[in-house]
């Protein structure tokens, strides 16, 4: 895990200490304090689930412990091997987490979200409706604005990048959500990497992290990219 000094953009590296064998740390949320919240996928085909990890940054250490599962079968769907939980974000207590497996319904392709509410106990599961032919979900985050849930997530494959807003409904799960594109990416960067990480800040610009291995290789660093709000719908 890296922390990046916004001020010097110095970079601090804690190894992780306690991820389940053969799972891949796809998603992290800052909860509070040092905790965080971590989201999986393995190279298992056809799974029915994955684990959702607590994380603590613990003096030069970041342990991770199991907490739960996102089950899959909330909308009958197996996982391929190497997708699962691409986003989760944190707000008001509440996690949402979102998928790389795409359904396809009502003549549409659709992304499972999951929201989980710890005070209650509660899962609800979503449908977000995709906005190209090719792309997935590949991060997420969110914020409470007058008492919704709002999330900014990457949609992308190859050639789309595309980053989209939508609200979480209150109330019973099943809603069938349709975003809005608030910035092409791929008009905005050239060449189009492959971006896997995204914070949402406080004045509604977005700070992008791209994912430099394909395949197993290596072949640049890692960058971080600013969007700002004004170039977002």
């Known amino acids: 895990v890296l922390r990046i000094d916004p001020e010097t953009f110095g970079v601090t590296r804690y190894p992780v200490v306690g991820a389940p064998r053969g799972a891949d740390l796809e998603a992290i949320a800052w909860v509070e304090g040092v905790r965080f919240v971590v989201g999986t996928e393995t190279q298992d085909e056809g799974r029915t689930r994955d684990v959702i990890l607590d994380g603590r940054l613990d003096r030069e250490e970041f342990r991770v412990t199991p907490i739960g599962h996102l089950e899959y079968s909330r909308w009958q769907l197996t996982a391929r091997d190497n997708h699962g939980i691409e986003g989760i974000c944190h707000v008001d207590g509440v996690l949402v987490l979102g998928t790389e497996l795409v359904e396809e319904k009502r003549d549409r392709r659709w992304a499972p979200v999951g929201m989980f509410d710890p005070k209650i106990q509660t899962w609800t599961a979503h449908r977000v409706a995709l906005s190209s032919e090719t792309g997935k979900l590949a991060a997420l985050d969110c ?59 406080e004045d509604g610009s977005a700070v992008l992290l791209t994912d430099n291995q394909y395949r197993g290789r290596v072949s640049e660093p890692s960058r971080l990219y600013f969007i700002p709000a004004s170039a977002m719908q």
């Open 143 to 201: 914020r409470l604005r007058r008492g919704v849930i709002e999330v900014l997530a990457v949609e992308r494959h190859y050639e789309v990048s595309r980053l989209i807003r939508f609200s979480v409904p209150q109330g019973p799960e099943g809603q069938w959500i349709e975003p809005t594109v608030v910035a092409d990416l791929a008009e905005l960067v050239d060449p189009v990497p492959n971006f896997e990480g995204l914070a949402w800040l």
